[in-house]
């Protein structure tokens, strides 16, 4: 897209006979507009990257006063002073151009006769140009939108974008500024550097487009879009404020779109977890489907993972693109997954605590992958987040050390209690275990049991009967409580 006019446009037409006698430095300062001002302070008639044209009759006679009047409109970030040769200016401008080669503010001086109108006439053309450019290209990049958003690679719809308007286009967390997505190239070095800088000297409008200048033909603009905490950052020549939001709102639609999809698809995966856990599907399906999902027996593990709070694990498995089934439970502040064993390392940093199967080598053995997962998580530490089921030989835990000895405690302990409710319909498991877990608390039982408090005591009378033990002994209650915790990991029934 055509930059805006520039000084060296104008020195490049020759119909204008203009010449820059200071300033030179700055021929490529754009030119938004061009106005004729005679005042001494033409400075409250312009605006930034407008080019003051004057006959001289405002520039004043003493050195002082011409230092200052340069300065002023430097400051103001004008393009520069057009001043008509041989008309009403002082005969010395000496000190006015020294000041404004100090301050690289163009000084151009146009040959008598030829008028200023032809400036204007000059920008209004190249003004009409940039809009007709503009229009033809938001046309051609909602036609390209049309055709490729069905696109399921967000990765190929951004070069997409780049070829068609020759930019480059990177994305950044708003957060750390690091890549956005695993897939996207990283911004190069020396543009990174630029960005940095512009972040750290910009203020925080979420709104703000900001750019800095790298080259004369090469700008850096950066601003938020309105999705997941996500920046977009173009490397191009000039830009139309009015193109970049359409750009932006573009790859916008790209990103909800791609992570709606994968979205979608971790919430069927958490679904097939499920079906898989309760045995509502066949081996041959299971083995299809994980095949489907380029899992590989020979390497898959299963895993019970902590989550750790307030942090959006949808967003973040969708920007490294994991290859791995889960199934989240925010309420119990915990996640099930199932992974291929070369990908357990990209994971390890996002979770606070990850207890890991041994591989998981048929479909038929993945219920007790996840059983020696949530052992294995169940006596991590916080100086040992991440262990392995296959190394829990010394731990702090009183937990048995593998899933035969968790099941033989169960049945050791409360076998009785899980026989009694299937032959009889009792409820004595599930009673046992909210009983206790609230700290053997009688009226917030028995209103979480649903249940009148006399026939919560006839219940523990009963479960201390059959197990022949006495709730009210630390020893029994142990005992009892530990086989609980063996069940929780066991899905026997649940502690959370």
Not at 156 to 176: H, P, T, V
Not at 207 to 222: A, C, R, T, V
Not at 295 to 313: G, V
Not at 351 to 378: C, D, W, Y
Request: with cysteine; hydrophobic share 40%.
């Amino acid at each position: 897209m055509t930059n805006l006019l520039s000084i060296k446009t104008i020195l490049d037409t020759p119909s204008l006979k203009t010449k820059i006698i200071s300033g030179k430095a700055s021929i490529h300062n754009p030119v938004q507009w061009a106005h004729v001002c005679e005042l001494k302070d033409p400075t409250l008639w312009l605006s930034k990257n407008d080019l003051l044209m004057t006959t001289g009759i405002g520039i004043p006679i003493s050195e002082k006063e011409q230092r200052a009047y340069i300065q002023k409109l430097s400051k103001a970030q004008l393009s520069g002073i057009m001043i008509g040769e041989n008309m009403e200016a002082p005969e010395d401008i000496s000190t006015l151009c020294d000041e404004a080669e100090k301050l690289q503010f163009p000084v151009l001086i146009t040959q008598y006769g030829v008028p200023f109108a032809a400036v204007t006439k000059l920008i209004i053309d190249a003004n009409n140009l940039i809009h007709i450019q503009r229009n033809n290209l938001i046309t051609t990049l909602y036609e390209y939108a049309r055709t490729e958003l069905h696109q399921r690679d967000l990765i190929k719809f951004i070069k997409g974008l780049e070829d068609l308007i020759q930019i480059s286009i990177y994305l950044i967390d708003q957060a750390s500024h690091e890549n956005w997505h695993v897939d996207l190239p990283q911004i190069p070095l020396q543009f990174n550097t630029a960005l940095q800088s512009l972040l750290s000297h910009s203020q925080t409008i979420p709104s703000l487009i900001k750019k800095i200048e790298l080259d004369p033909e090469k700008i850096l603009y950066n601003f938020p879009l309105n999705t997941h905490d996500c920046e977009l950052v173009i490397i191009s020549p000039y830009l139309d404020y009015a193109l970049l939001h359409h750009i932006g709102a573009l790859i916008s639609l790209v990103l909800e779109k791609n992570s709606s999809r994968y979205y979608r698809e971790l919430r069927n995966n958490a679904d097939f977890i499920e079906d898989i856990i309760h045995q509502r599907i066949s081996d041959f399906t299971i083995n299809k489907r994980l095949k489907e999902h380029g899992m590989n027996f020979s390497e898959m593990r299963a895993l019970h993972l902590s989550l750790k709070p307030q942090t959006d694990y949808e967003q973040i498995l969708f920007r490294k693109k994991i290859m791995a089934l889960f199934h989240t439970n925010k309420e119990k502040k915990h996640a099930i997954a199932l992974i291929n064993e070369s990908d357990i390392p990209q994971i390890l940093p996002l979770f606070t605590a990850i207890g890991i199967s041994n591989i998981v080598n048929t479909p038929n053995k993945i219920i007790a992958g996840l059983q020696e997962a949530k052992l294995a998580l169940e006596k991590t530490t916080p100086q040992n987040p991440t262990l392995y089921y296959a190394d829990l030989t010394d731990s702090h835990s009183l937990l048995p050390n593998n899933i035969q000895e968790l099941q033989n405690l169960f049945e050791m302990t409360l076998g009785k209690l899980r026989e009694q409710d299937s032959t009889r319909g009792t409820k004595y498991l599930q009673t046992l275990t909210i009983f206790l877990k609230n700290d053997k608390a009688w009226e917030t039982s028995a209103k979480q049991l649903h249940i009148h408090r006399q026939t919560l005591i006839y219940r523990i009378q009963k479960i201390e009967e059959l197990l022949n033990r006495d709730i009210n002994s630390t020893n029994d209650c142990a005992e009892i409580w530990f086989a609980l915790k063996a069940a929780n990991i066991l899905e026997i029934t649940s502690l959370e």
